[in-house]
């Protein structure tokens, strides 16, 4: 970070190893031997002088080493939390043949082939998770080892960090090397980060593979071979773990229970926190904190970089710019923010500094092969660096916070920690510096990649020891697999780009699949310095991230949220105001990654697995479960169009209920939305304060049956708020959410000094039934207004006639503030709940169906694009019309569809549905359609109609009534035509009129 230098990440020569493309490999053999330990939880292949071992570590976890000696070094891991096998495996095997062998550990099936040794990992129905190519398997060349997998077409690779690309990594080659890449560009490789993990997506099935290697590594998912995916390293041990899902939530349940889960951050953490390189003097940093408070914008940390220090001397104060470390930190503290100060590893060189003195007394320095302590170069010059391979080191470099936290700061940022030295080659360490590697003399090859995650595990534990009733912060730049034990983490050095806000997405996602759920970039960019559009998109998502920081560099114009003119501003504020009233739903969401190892900010793919083209989208996300997401990443979008994901939802910013699978298109008027083709209109010349006065907001979406808590408004998280529950309810089927709460901060929700309260809503025809169970735990919310919550129905579309609290009706109690509202104009229901803490039920009571005659007049779809379009297609390329008929062409294999327009249709009158349709190579169709009480359109209200595949025009008439099982009498608010799977790619098909019609 810091400097306007050279970018020199890219492609980049690498060094003292041979390119996997060049090495000589010598691929393992047939099996000898095979046998299955005392234990039952390991079984040891001989293959020549080779040894595999297959562990069973845990249910629906397999470990493969591979010691081309046969002799395997010391078993250890700076991810893995425990490496001793939990699981077994049945001593008698499955299949056993002179091919191969196959052996059953609880939900899995291991098979081993014999001539080659080869290895297959199965579910319990022999659907192949991961299988060993036959042609080169494991393999080793002098010190470098590598496995080739078998590569399925349509299967995706997702994780490994924080990676640039797209969030699907197929036909790319991604390098692991901890580098400072500043001003890191769209495919730079290596960066920050280097995580060997990866999830493997096929079919609505998922997997995945830690390679637990911390040297330098690779992973070519089809770019050298279209069809084997290969992982590998210069040196260490062929070490990797095949983890089962089959659903992506479970995968990273199981891989977070081997590398450990994020711990509770202080609720503080998630607000909003502001930084630049660099705030100096102190004064500056005072008024920057009193501006957000005069302007009302919530605010909760600010940062102080490395201008802080004298003369970048770390655990020093800079005496003129800040002579008064304890009076700003409580000036600070007084305006209610919390202070994070930059800490790096780069020491000094500089007898007299007493860190430097400290350290060599100590013996703690990264050594040269000769003994001596490597010198290189970081911003205080030459330097030393602290070996956090050493547990001495580790603890000592922990107990030197001490001088910070008596001064007030609150948490530490970890930087130029691959780690940085600008005297070395590539910008870090030499390869020949040795390590102490717990008490196993290595050198840097086998800590590099896991220094900087290293110097944030010194720094946690250094934390909790000198201030243990606190829950430590720490954010961190590089890391390894397991890192989310101990740190946040942010992307680094972005730059101010419409491409780095697209990166941004992709990049966080990437990080939460692979474990980083507390994880966020600098909002408008590091490098360069951001303009006033593209910080106020990068504000409106970036306010949503789980870490959510804005910061810009030294030479760079101000990027506080005011920097950019009102316009801006206002944006700036509504976003992270949206934000701090989301802070319960947002912790809720915290607790269960803590729990579980679930993002916070999660792929759409993990809510619903089995739409496997969610798989390479890299700008859309959900926030926890209920809320989706759609950035707008690209410049001078007025309105925006996009597709939402299966089920009901609501528009956050008008409440309007949108079916999954349709086109939404949001527009500047407060989030109003059109369907179908949207008139764009001309934009013409406009002034930049009318084009910012147009932007239109985030596009965001509560998903139908959510239950999301939230709060009124507080200026940081400190503050009380006036309401401190309000759930937003948005009622559709039958759903359960839960809300976590506690103090806060420090450790007592470990001693059931916490409350857990679970909702249930369900929604029938003429009755809302929301109910709370009795909370979990043993946390009191404090006195006594905290004990009320308000609930605001949304999409309530017919009259309220009555609500009951426990029996009692609403409309008959004169109790203050206990009477409900309805407001038909926003289909809005609110009243209070008097005791959040107790069980409670709820009865909403609706006036009757909608008028007899809603509906009934027939409906006729002309697929001529000047009159009518579908809302949406899925498949197919290459649209056309010629004002007569819509031709829709096959792009490829996959699930070809077509959304329709909306219906409002009542089906007991409107019943017949005519189809005028040419197909080539379809022998049926399948028509859906979403019904009022069901709006999402799939199984099983479905229909088959049978085609002629002669490519001529043909009617299709279907009485609706006797083919729909009695689905279709009810509101049908939707449909969708479906074609089989089966259709080439050159298929043909030509829709002319679609009506739906009285019999």
């Known amino acids: 970070m810091r400097i306007n230098r050279l970018i020199w990440g890219g492609l980049w020569l690498l060094w003292g190893w041979i390119s996997p493309a060049q090495a000589q490999w010598n691929h393992l053999g047939n099996l000898d031997q095979m046998q299955l330990n005392d234990a039952r939880n390991q079984i040891t292949v001989t293959a020549g002088a080779s040894i595999v071992q297959i562990s069973a570590i845990d249910e629906g976890i397999v470990r493969i080493r591979l010691a081309p000696d046969g002799k395997f070094g010391r078993d250890f891991s700076w991810a893995v939390v425990d490496l001793t096998p939990q699981a077994t495996i049945n001593a008698t095997p499955v299949e056993d043949t002179d091919q191969r062998v196959v052996y059953a550990s609880g939900s899995l099936l291991l098979q081993i082939d014999k001539q080659p040794c080869r290895i297959t990992v199965m579910n319990q129905v022999k659907r192949v998770l991961v299988a060993q190519d036959d042609r080169k398997g494991m393999a080793w060349d002098g010190e470098q080892v590598a496995v080739w997998h078998e590569m399925p077409e349509w299967e995706s690779y997702l994780g490994l960090g924080s990676k640039t690309g797209p969030l699907d990594k197929r036909e790319g080659a991604w390098t692991n090397w901890t580098s400072d890449t500043y001003g890191f560009q769209s495919y730079t490789d290596p960066i920050y980060q280097a995580i060997p993990f990866f999830m493997i997506a096929r079919d609505g099935q998922y997997a995945g593979i830690l390679f637990d290697n911390p040297y330098r590594s690779y992973f070519d998912f089809g770019k050298s071979e279209r069809d084997t995916y290969t992982f590998g390293a210069e040196g260490g041990e062929l070490n990797y773990y095949v983890i089962a899902g089959p659903t992506p939530k479970e995968v990273l349940r199981r891989y977070t229970e081997l590398t450990g889960r994020m711990p509770l951050p202080p609720k503080w953490a998630l607000g909003y926190h502001q930084c630049r390189y660099s705030y100096f003097p102190d004064t500056r940093v005072l008024e920057v904190a009193k501006t957000f408070r005069e302007k009302k914008i919530p605010a909760d940390v600010i940062y102080l970089d490395i201008d802080y220090m004298n003369q970048y001397r770390v655990f020093t104060w800079h005496p003129e710019f800040y002579p008064h470390p304890e009076k700003l930190m409580s000036d600070l503290a007084a305006l209610g923010f919390k202070v994070v100060t930059i800490v790096d590893p780069g020491i000094r060189n500089e007898p007299g500094y007493h860190i430097y003195d400290e350290g060599t007394e100590r013996n703690a320095w990264v050594k040269n092969p000769d003994g001596t302590p490597y010198v290189g170069a970081v911003w205080p010059g030459k330097c030393v660096f602290p070996d956090y391979s050493n547990p001495a080191v580790r603890e000592w470099w922990g107990g030197l916070y001490k001088m910070l936290l008596d001064a007030g700061v609150d948490g530490i940022w970890t930087d130029m920690n691959e780690p940085a030295d600008f005297d070395g080659h590539k910008h870090t360490n030499p390869i020949t510096v040795m390590h102490d590697n717990e008490e196993q003399p290595a050198d840097h090859r086998a800590f590099h990649n896991v220094y900087g995650m290293q110097m944030a595990r010194a720094t946690y534990e250094g934390l909790q020891k000198l201030a243990p009733d606190l829950r430590p912060f720490v954010i961190t730049r590089a890391a390894y697999a397991g890192v989310q034990r101990y740190t946040s983490s942010w992307t680094g050095d972005n730059t101010s780009s419409w491409d780095h806000l697209r990166l941004a997405v992709a990049m966080c996602l990437g990080k939460g699949i692979s474990g980083q759920a507390f994880t966020g970039v600098d909002i408008g960019g590091f490098v360069g310095g951001a303009f006033p559009e593209l910080y106020a998109r990068w504000i409106q998502v970036g306010a949503l991230f789980p870490f959510c920081r804005s910061h810009t560099g030294t030479e760079n114009p101000d990027q506080e949220p005011w920097s950019f003119g009102p316009e801006v501003e206002k944006i700036a504020r509504e976003s992270i105001e949206l934000r701090y009233r989301l802070l319960p739903y947002i912790y809720s969401t915290f607790w269960e990654c803590s729990q579980s190892g679930t993002p916070v900010m999660r792929p759409v793919f993990f809510e619903f697995p089995d739409q496997t083209w969610y798989n390479g989208q890299s700008y859309n996300f959900m926030l926890g ?171 309530v579309e017919r009259t ?200």
């Open 625 to 795: 479960s209920d809320l989706y997401i759609y950035p707008i990443v690209e410049p001078g979008q007025k309105i925006h169009r996009h597709r939402l994901p299966p089920g009901l939802w609501f528009d956050w910013h008008t409440g309007e209920k949108i079916g999954g699978g349709e086109e939404a298109v949001v527009v500047p008027d407060a989030g109003a939305r059109l369907l179908g083709d949207a008139v764009f209109g001309q934009r013409g010349v406009v002034s930049e304060k009318e084009m910012l006065n147009s932007l239109c907001p985030l596009p965001i979406y509560a998903r139908g049956g959510a239950i999301i808590p939230t709060q009124s408004m507080v200026q940081n998280t400190g503050e009380k708020p006036q309401e401190p529950l309000i759930l937003e309810i948005f009622p559709w089927g039958e759903s359960t959410r839960t809300l976590y709460e506690d103090a806060g901060d420090g450790y007592g929700y470990q001693k059931d000094e916490y409350l857990l309260t679970t909702f249930h809503c369900r929604q029938e025809k003429d009755l809302i039934t929301f109910t709370v169970d009795q909370p979990k735990g043993n946390f009191v919310p404090p006195q006594p207004v905290d004990r009320r919550g308000l609930l605001r129905f949304h999409g």
């Open 800 to 999: 309220v006639t009555d609500v009951l609290v426990d029996g009692q009706s609403l409309k008959d109690t004169t109790q203050s503030g206990r009477a409900f509202l309805y407001e038909p104009e926003k289909r809005l229901l609110t009243f209070p709940l008097t005791d959040r803490t107790q069980a409670t039920r709820v009865e909403i009571k609706l006036a009757s169906e909608l008028p007899a005659d809603a509906g009934t007049e027939p409906v006729s779809f002309d697929f001529g694009l000047v009159k009518t379009r579908h809302a949406w297609d899925s498949g197919f390329s290459a649209v056309t019309s010629d004002g007569q008929t819509t031709t829709l062409r096959m792009r490829g294999l996959g699930d070809p569809w077509i959304m329709g327009q909306p219906l409002w249709l009542n089906g007991q009158v409107v019943n017949q549905l005519k189809i005028t349709i040419a197909v080539q190579d379809a022998k049926e169709l399948i028509f859906k359609f979403g019904t009022w009480d069901e709006p999402w359109i799939n199984e099983p209200r479905k229909i088959v109609i049978p085609l002629q595949a002669d490519g001529q025009m043909h009617e299709y008439t279907v009485d609706l009534s006797k083919v729909s099982d009695g689905r279709w009498n009810t509101l049908i608010t939707g449909y969708r035509i479906d074609f089989p799977k089966e259709l080439p790619i050159a298929s043909k098909i030509i829709i002319d009129e679609i009506s739906f019609t009285k019999k």
